[in-house]
């Protein structure tokens, strides 16, 4: 077995009802460690996309593409390259803000270039957007002012180029193929 | 033409070349019915059990290579499918299950007979539709037909609604295209050729894929082109006759003493459409250690899933033996195949022949009609029927491999008759057969011929085994203790019963039986008693190696 890490997977399904339900559903009999999963419809309403970060070693990458890909919704599957990849995940906070603390918590945001979205008499609903270590560092910070509610929409992410999962096979999103026939 | 949806479904089917479906009606699928009843082209088989129903079309499909198709009707009909679709799903068998469903209107309102049959079925199925409108309907049969037959077989459901079978829509004709397998990667071939040209002691694995490619001679011209020994796993049993002289028998759990040898002597092991399930791999870290694996699957992510392959190719057995065979060099191994007998004559020697069950089986085999296929439910009875009874052609065998299915036999027997128009052997346990003896009024209704041979030991057998051997003779719940008269229930179902006691000549008996079975279309049970102790040898542990064969049970 080779060594865990993250794997950034992008797939794209048909955009039918219950195709979410069938690739949650693969991943959890066959024991897939889901960090997160976000999926949305893309500039074709008949076609959505998904990005998938994986814990897991080799093994489990392999599979889980070749699993994913023998559905009959899903069109295709490829594995991002790290380095040449954006992502981006989204995070809404509300935290207490007492007027006290309303300044110190807006000079936070301006060094992490998060925007404040709502504001009541002793809380607050900040918006952020950057890659996860971002969003993490970010509540780091936040969480001592007291948390009331968060949600984060899990990591999106493109490959940098003009390259496109659609044609995966020349891409940056490419298949890891060293094992394919 | 402007059909109604139920009309439609049924001219589908008729496009597909269906002519034989197994179910049972119910409320959600009266317009169906209604269309087949008007339709007169389909036989429908009318089961005791929508779980019969499936298992049959099961049956019908791995005899005759078709698709099977099932009906059952929402709710309870349609959960009852589950276990035979998850058989056929475990053994990539080709099936398409209908099944109905309530109104757009009662749909998500826990209505009566509701079931969301799709969410249920999606971990066993290659695919699954809801159809919620009629002018979905004619393309969705005619996809899953296609999903079905194609690729890695498997099954697929439909789920229709009711005013689906209701509302009318245009139907137009279309001839369904034939299916014909991917074209094989050829730049991998040479490099196959290469490593099989220099193997010294190769021995080929053939798999179910191989009775689903038809590819059964390929693998007889691959073997003797090599001189290459040949061992089957439990789903590729008849790929290769079983007095050939490079057959090995079957390898796995319960597998011969010369595949064992072979396997553990091998430098390559030659893969075919076989997927190193747990009973064939046994320990899959080391079951192919230091030996040269080459891998051909048509599914993708059977490739380097439960054995590492050194070498692979994702395709169709059939089409890989086809282009690969030029490449290879005609061999002869005269060493190997010196080994290779003296295995088989070790094998042969050893084969315990002292059981009832193994006389039974090779008396039944002798005398069973040419063409007859063999069915089996699972357990002991199984294993003894894949270790003695021979089968000498593809898709003469029906077992449950995969998920181990008790409660198979009568349903795939039912089918297997109706694909064949043989006489089926089906080989069945007191266990198992309490599971689905149901579907005996099935078999008379239809008055379909065949003969059960049912071992009854009085105990689930093969469970007991692993308690004798993994708990200490803890027999916990698996003494029956059943009054049942067989014979009586046999003959109460409307079918010939005959008792094979155990001071009864069991040549004498058996003939009796085929010419019963067969001069007067019905089924015979011979209710063959055996012993309890009688156990399935030889034996690998679970998680265990090659060479670590058990050829003997220690009793006490």
Redesign the interface.
Known sequence: MSEEKKYTIGALAYNKSGVLTRVTGLFTRRGYNIESISACTTEDPEVSRMTIILNGDEYILYQLIKQMEKMEDVIKVGCANELDCVYRELLLVKVHAAPEMRSQIIQINEIYKAKTVDLSPDTMILEITGDPDKLDAFLKVIKPYGILEMQRTGVTALARGKHTLKDRDDGEYKILDKHRG | MKLTGAEILIKCLEEQGVDTVFGYPGGTVLDIYDALYRSGKIDHVLTAHEQGAAHAADGYARVTGKTGVCFATSGPGATNLVTGIATAFMDSVPMVAVTGNVGINFLGRDSFQEIDI??IT??IT??NFIVKDVKDLADTIRRAFK?AGSGRKGPVLVDILKDVQIAKCEYTPVVPQKITPKPV?SE?LEKIAEAINASKKPVIIAGGGVIAADAAPLINKLSKKLDCPVAYTLMGKGCIPEDDPLCLGMIGMHGTIATAKTLTEADTIIALGTRFSDRVALNRDKFAEKKVVIHVDI???E???NVKSTL????DVGETLKSLLPLLDDRQRKDWLVKIEAFKKENAAKKDTSIRAYKILKTAAALAPEGSPLVTDVGQHQMWAAQHYAVNSPRLFCSSGGLGTMGYGMGAAIGAAFGTGKTPVLVTGDGCFGMNMNEMMTAVSRRVPMVILLMHNGVLGMVRQWQKVFYSHRFSQTNLNRKTDYVKFAESMGAIGMLLGEDKDIETTLAAAFERAEKESLPVLVDCIISPDENVLPMIKPGQTYDTQIEALEEN
């Open positions: 799709t969410g999606i971990p290659k695919h999903i990667p991998r599914d993708d992510a490739i380097d899933k692979h190719i994702m395709a």
